[in-house]
């Protein structure tokens, strides 16, 4: 990173009124820290933390757009955000200027300019989340915050056979929580839904349009009792058909779930890049 470009005064960007453009980032997280992605009045989270390096490194107060509002703990690997800027940086030093602003736990793993008609919410088509159990006897300092443990041993085959019932358009109102947050619709549309084994990690993979609040928490917690012998296949598929909030669950913990990735109509650096060069 070339500190002299990162710390010239701020004061030095903004002598001239220059055109602005919005900047699409991809950003990893370890979210054991922040209150969520969005703002939250007094608490850290992911999009103030983001907000405050772009001040930094531009002078510039921007908001930052999401793509998933992870809830509080939640991590990343490939949260897509955008902001509207006026600097004139490369898109090279966007990314070293604001990982050398950024916590430790928060890292922009690329920038692109962002092509006209391409918005990070609306343009997406699905979103990954995993969520990863450490299914083993004895706790594991190394996975503390990262894994959600289980020790008494999990039947993975169980817990794929009731994988099936989620695949598919389906009202999932059973697996959302009872929270009293209004939504239009319940019905959502998987296009995957695994869980696999990896040694002592159990890795449900959840694909959807998008999802319900609570809703991947409260299907591995449905899952995992499917796993233990707790609930029979019948009984999951019951919840399914009943769609009354709150039935799925005990909602698993927040630490084991990650927003993967952001999936779009074409490989996301397509979608920006190759539109802006039919423009230029």
Request: charged content about 20%; some cysteine; glycine content about 8%.
């Amino acid at each position: 990173m070339t500190l002299a470009v990162v710390g010239r005064p701020l004061e030095s960007w903004q002598t001239t009124a220059m055109p602005s453009t919005r900047i699409a980032l991809v950003v990893e997280y370890e979210g054991s820290e922040y209150f969520g992605f969005q703002l939250q009045a007094g608490q850290p989270t992911v999009q103030s933390e983001l907000e405050r390096a772009i001040l930094r490194l531009t002078g510039e107060r921007t908001r930052v757009t999401g793509a998933s509002r992870t809830d509080a703990g939640v991590h990343a690997l490939g949260q897509v955000v955008s902001f509207i800027t006026a600097s004139r940086l490369p898109l090279g030093n966007i990314v070293s200027g604001l990982n050398y602003y950024l916590p430790m736990t928060i890292a922009v793993k690329g920038a692109h300019r962002q092509a006209r008609g391409f918005h990070v919410q609306r343009t997406a088509v699905s979103r990954q989340y995993d969520y990863r159990i450490l299914n083993a006897p004895v706790r594991s300092p190394l996975n503390e915050r990262s894994a959600y443990l289980v020790t008494k041993r999990l039947d993975v085959s169980q817990m794929q056979r009731a994988c099936g019932a989620l695949v598919g358009e389906h009202d999932f109102a059973s697996f959302t929580s009872a929270s009293g947050v209004s939504v239009t619709s319940t019905v959502r549309r998987v296009y995957r839904a695994d869980v696999g084994r990896d040694g002592e990690l159990v890795i449900m993979t959840i694909v959807a349009n998008s999802f319900l609040t609570h809703q991947v928490r409260n299907t591995v917690g449905a899952l995992t009792r499917v796993g233990l012998g707790r609930m029979s296949l019948d009984e999951f598929q019951s919840i399914m058909e009943r769609k009354q909030p709150g039935l799925a669950g005990p909602r698993a913990p927040a630490h084991g779930l990650y927003l993967v990735r952001v999936n779009y109509p074409r490989p996301f650096e397509e979608e920006i890049d190759e539109d802006l060069q039919h423009e230029s």
